[in-house]
Structures are given as C-alpha cells and as structure tokens.
C-alpha cells in the first residue's frame, strides 16, 4: 500500500519527472523475516555504507530513535538524516535483492 499525504504531493521537479514523498506500507513480519544468506547480506552491506550512514540506520531502525534525537545527537539537521537513511535503505534493499 502506498500513501502520499496532500502535503507532500509536490517535492522536487527534474527534467524527468516529479519526486514525491510518500509512505510505503510494509507488514512489521516482513521487516524481521530473515534467513541466514540474507542476515549475512545485511551484514556485508551495512559493513560497506559510510559510517554516518550507517549509525544512522542502526540508531533509528534497531534503537528506535526519531529523525530529531538522530539529529541532535549526531549534530546534524533533520533532513539530512532522512537523506543518509534512504540512501542506506536503498543500499541495503540493493545488496538483499542481489542474488
């Protein structure tokens, strides 16, 4: 399921095309299913994301800290650590789907 509130419909033009903000529904099992090959992917590419990036994602996605407590604690602004954590949850749905 996806969801793009009425707020973020318009974000970014480009030459091709319009980037918006949205939300992707993903059931919490899905999050958590993992079997050994891919835990070791997981591991392998998280080994390989830049530092920052990837304290980023371990802060927010294993201990559960908002964007804003990332920020402080990392001395960084808001937006910023939403881009590092899609780019590492891009470069980490890239090395999961490799095969």
Do not use: F, N
């Not at 009425?6 to 079997?35: F, K, M, N, Y």
């Not at 992917?41 to 990837?54: C, D, E, G, N, T």
């Not at 996605?61 to 937006?79: F, R």
């Amino acid at each position: 399921m996806l969801r793009i509130d009425e707020d973020e419909a318009h974000v970014e033009e480009t030459p091709q095309g319009v980037w918006v903000r949205g939300w992707i529904w993903v059931e919490r099992q899905a999050l958590w299913s993992c079997d050994a090959m891919q835990e070791a992917k997981l591991r392998s590419a998280l080994a390989q994301i830049p530092q920052q990036r990837r304290a980023i994602y371990l802060a927010h996605c294993v201990e559960g800290l908002p964007y804003s407590a990332i920020a402080a604690k990392l001395d960084l602004d808001v937006a910023e650590v939403q881009r590092e954590l899609a780019a590492a949850l891009l470069a980490l749905s890239t090395a999961l789907d490799e095969a």
